[in-house]
């Protein structure tokens, strides 16, 4: 079966360090790959996502990056951290859409999340 | 652009009372509408979609084009119901579905 693993868990970090929060996927092969903000009374925001290795779409202008450096491995990066990137980072996957397929609106899978509090 | 919007931030019922948490949304092409739901300390996780149109512990949805609505209900809480609700919009893309969320329901159900 598929499992998405996050790490860390939580992590604090002082304003203008480096960020690195690592996703990967067990069990599928090419997924697309998400990640999400989720923020105090905000909802989820999607950030980031990813149909195949080296190939990013970013969805807001923002201090954060993305990259895939693997099939199922998607990494969320920032070279120097602001407060207002605090949050809760939710990492997902939904299956690839298929040669000729008509349409895609698949459901995605979403791991346990990484809480990042800058301080 | 798409948009979701669950007027609701805070719902609180009583157990064995009905429950529905609102959802509207916005998309000038063919809406896939879904419910997730997130308990506490566990992962964000489908809780149904439209297209199924199946029940999910208790739970159903309608999609309602006319009102753009896709309401979540259920005729009788329990305790265990107590959870997070987003409601999310998805919208196909060449490439992969990409998913617009609300900004979620906290239901609590009180004993």
């Known amino acids: 079966s598929q499992t998405i693993h996050q790490w860390p868990a939580t992590l604090v970090q002082p304003v203008g360090s480096p960020l690195s929060l690592e996703c990967t996927v067990e069990g599928t092969s090419n997924p697309n790959l998400y990640w999400y903000r989720q923020a105090a009374g905000r909802g989820l925001q999607l950030l980031f996502y990813?149909?195949?290795?080296?190939?990013i779409s970013s969805e807001v202008p923002q201090n954060l990056s993305a990259s895939r450096p693997q099939d199922r491995q998607f990494i969320l990066s920032s070279k120097k951290l602001l407060l207002s990137d605090s949050g809760f980072y939710l990492c997902?996957?939904?299956?690839?859409?298929?040669?000729?397929?008509?349409?895609?609106?698949?459901?995605?899978?979403f791991g346990p999340g990484t809480r990042l509090l800058v301080l | 652009a798409q948009r979701v919007t669950q007027p609701e931030k805070l719902l609180s019922v009583f157990k064995g009372a009905p429950v529905e948490l609102k959802c509207n949304y916005s998309y000038s092409g063919s809406p896939e509408l879904f419910w997730y739901v997130q308990y506490s300390r566990q992962r964000l996780q489908l809780l149904l979609r439209?297209?199924s149109r199946e029940s999910i512990k208790g739970f159903t949805a309608d999609l309602n084009k006319g009102e753009t609505s896709f309401h979540l209900k259920k005729p009788f809480a329990q305790e265990e119901d107590s959870a997070m609700y987003y409601c999310a919009l998805s919208t196909p893309s060449v490439s992969g579905s990409r998913l617009t969320f609300g900004e979620g329901t906290q239901l609590t159900v009180n004993p």
């Open positions: 990813s149909v195949g290795i080296g190939q």
């Open positions: 439209h297209i």
């Open positions: 997902a996957w939904s299956g690839p859409k298929l040669v000729g397929q008509q349409g895609y609106q698949e459901t995605q899978y």
